[in-house]
């Protein structure tokens, strides 16, 4: 459901005062240079200030004054507020978020334009009281407060009262459940708040299956505004009555980590307590903070994230983001984070006077690359539309009241909260695409196709003017060096690669190979020669990153195998080794023999294929005309975007912690899945069975 726009308040009794006033000239005769029709409409933390625009004005000031509860003024008046063309997308409307004010407090208002330097007379006055901090003081759970509301942003929340505060809601929400997603190195919890109506769903997996969202408050330790609009974020979304947030809570799960760096934030550092920018490390997972993060993504498989962080360039917009801009990403995944920061957040910010602009907007510098150790890319490379929050970290000259810290405090915090407010509406009204962009992306993926990028990022083109800032930001290309046309179908590791001890992590002990790709969720089948990664996986885009020679931050060279089946091949064909198979058609029967792995991309296979103890079958944008039967694999099984005659049978497979993965694909026949363990999973990507489908596969 989307905002309404916000509408006017404080008016009408406003302009009957000044009327009876106004020396004796007609009442719609204020001059043309004077701004009219002023509104104030109170939200969470801010105002947003409307009004008639005046012709040929260059920019407008915004002016405010605390009055008490009879108007009187109880300071000076100060320019908060420079509205700018650049800052929204719509001219004809200008709106002003006003915020840096103690919420609850009572202001009166008035806006002038400036006409080159000419400053034009003010508007009439409108007075409103502010937004108290959201909850009754009395009611119970509404009641809570962080640290930086009780000490008016004086103080940011510290970590023991942020622990006191989740506990609080815990056990207060029936919401709500915080889960420890791991520890720190310094040994802090890394808590996760699941917030659903009426409850949030029980585990993981149930909790993937309502196409969940995600925030990563605070990853900069030193950045810490994001953070704090997330615990009040938090306490609405566990204790409001407000149909709208049932709504929301009814139809996903809100996923909150609200801090990932504890020891960073508790000390005030951008990195970790070993100097680690972690926000450099999502993809390679050295960190036990990213190493938890990376699996929280792994098991509750979030479908759209946002990420904050805070930016200081004083010349910027209030909220630059940015999408996931690496190249390997999939391109439906780029246009729908795209969809959500231009689409949506520069539309509602026009609404509610947010000045959301690309990050780099404004002369921001060389920003927002393609590094895929960014969250941004990382969750981009595993199909999860999202993007970056970039709150600007001083007033800068459109906001010169910001010199007061615990107003700018405000400011940055409450615009925050605005745009993750922002984030779940568009989740909730554009979910369907969002979910089609994900499994697009993902059977995109899987097909392995297109050349790979190890570095670069697709260009953001400046949005049409008036826009939300210029300068958005620039090209980054890919150099010709790190371009592979000619992917491989897998990467093949030894076991010294794999399984070998490693020296990157803090401390100087690193997790391995082995537990990494775990920990990003990547099938992995060995066989008598090696350990293979196929790239014929939902995150084709990343693996290459980190296991090919080519990698700018990788974790090893691995060996690169091409398909050794391609083109039309006529009779019974018995798989030994490892198999792969590209652009292939097979006329005869498929064998795959114990041990073996059989791996396909743009293949069709005329004949029933059969696995009986293989270490792997992985088949993607496939055509098996027969029976498909793959029965007490040991490594690995993945069947994602094949058509299957059928039937379909998958029994007593038992493959670790990594469940089969049966996804988007049709089969014709029934389908049979029993005594599978781990159970598969369609990870949110339905199939279509024409038959019967029995238990462990009744819901896929
Ligand atoms: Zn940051």
């Known amino acids: 459901m989307r905002r309404q726009r916000p509408t006017l308040i404080a008016v009408s009794t406003l302009i009957a005062i000044t009327l009876t006033t106004a020396a004796p000239t007609p009442a719609n005769a204020a001059p043309p240079e004077q701004v009219t029709a002023l509104t104030a409409h109170q939200a969470d933390g801010y105002t947003t200030l409307a009004w008639q625009p005046v012709d040929g004005a260059t920019d407008y000031q915004i002016e405010r004054t605390p009055v008490d509860a009879d108007n009187t003024p109880t300071g000076v008046p100060t320019i908060v507020g420079i509205w700018r063309p650049n800052r929204q997308i719509n001219q004809h409307a200008p709106t002003f978020a006003d ?82 997603l791991g520890r720190t190195v310094q040994n802090r919890p890394i808590n996760m708040m699941v917030i659903g109506h009426p409850t949030p769903a029980a585990t993981p997996e149930a909790v993937a299956a309502t196409a969940p969202v995600a925030i990563n408050c605070n990853v900069h330790g030193n950045e810490p505004g994001d953070r704090e609009a997330c615990l009040i974020m938090a306490r609405q979304l566990a204790f409001s009555t407000d149909p709208r947030i049932t709504d929301l809570l009814s139809n996903t799960t809100v996923l909150i980590v609200p801090t990932i760096n504890g020891d960073g934030r508790a000390n005030n550092t951008r ?54 801009r690496h190249q390997n990403v999939a391109q439906p995944i780029f246009d729908q984070s795209q969809d959500m920061i231009e689409g949506h957040m520069y539309a509602k910010g026009a609404e509610a006077g947010w000045w959301a602009c690309p990050y780099g907007c404004e002369g921001g510098g060389n920003v927002g690359l393609s590094e895929e ?53 568009y989740h909730r009204a554009d979910r369907a695409d969002i979910l089609t962009a994900r499994s697009d992306a993902i059977e995109s993926q899987a097909a392995n196709t297109g050349r790979l990028v190890f570095r670069g990022s697709r260009p953001i083109p400046a949005h049409p003017a008036p826009h939300p800032g210029d300068s958005p930001p620039p090209l980054d290309a890919p150099p010709a060096d790190l371009i592979l046309d000619n992917a491989p179908c897998a990467y093949k590791l030894t076991d010294a690669q794999y399984n070998g001890a490693r020296t990157d992590g803090p401390g100087g002990v690193g997790t391995t190979v082995a537990q990494r790709i775990a920990a990003h969720g990547w099938k992995v089948i060995k066989t008598g020669d090696g350990y293979y990664v196929p790239l014929n996986q939902p995150e084709r885009g990343l693996i290459p990153l980190l296991l090919d020679a080519k990698g700018v931050e990788k974790l090893t060279d691995g060996e690169r195998v091409y398909p050794t089946l391609t083109g039309r091949r006529n009779g019974p064909l018995t798989v030994t080794g490892f198999t792969c198979a590209d652009d292939a058609t097979i006329n005869g029967p498929v064998t795959v023999r114990a041990g073996a792995a ?71 026949g029934p389908l049979n899945c029993t005594g599978n363990n781990p159970a598969p999973t369609n990870l949110g990507i339905a199939n279509t069975v024409h038959g019967p489908r029995t238990t462990q596969c009744a819901a896929l």
């Open 99 to 180: 915020a840096g004010y103690n919420p609850g407090d009572t202001f009166q208002w008035r806006v002038r334009a400036r006409t080159g330097t000419t400053e034009q007379p003010y508007s009439d006055p409108v007075t409103a009281t502010t937004t108290a901090p959201w909850g009754n003081p009395a009611t119970p759970g509404e009641q809570l407060r962080t640290g930086w509301e009780t000490t008016h942003a004086a103080q940011y929340t510290s970590d023991t009262d942020e622990y006191a505060y989740t506990a609080a809601i815990d056990a207060l929400s029936d919401r709500v459940r915080v889960v420890e």
């Open 271 to 324: 990195g970790n307590s070993t100097g680690q920018d972690l926000n450099r490390d999502y993809s390679l997972i050295r960190q036990p903070e990213t190493t938890a993060y990376i699996r929280m993504v792994r098991d509750y498989r979030p479908v759209a994230g946002y990420d904050g962080h805070e930016f200081g360039n004083s010349r910027a917009g209030d909220l630059p983001m940015l999408p996931p």
């Open 373 to 425: 150790t960014i969250l941004r890319n990382t969750l981009g490379l595993k199909n999860v539309t999202n993007s970056l929050l970039e709150l600007r970290s001083s007033g800068g000259q459109t906001r010169p009241d910001e010199g007061n810290t615990a107003n700018n405090r405000r400011r940055k915090t409450y615009s925050a909260l605005w745009t993750f407010q922002q984030f779940l509406d």
């Open 598 to 668: 059989l791996v396909t991309t743009a293949t069709t296979i005329s004949g029933p294929v059969s696995a009986t103890r293989a270490a792997g079958v992985l088949l993607a944008d496939t055509t098996v005309n027969g029976p498909l039967q793959i029965t007490s694999t040991t490594d690995a099984i993945s069947i994602i975007d094949v058509t299957i005659a059928g039937p379909v049978n998958l029994s007593g497979n038992t493959t670790g912690t990594d469940a089969p993965v049966l996804a988007g694909t049709t089969i014709r």
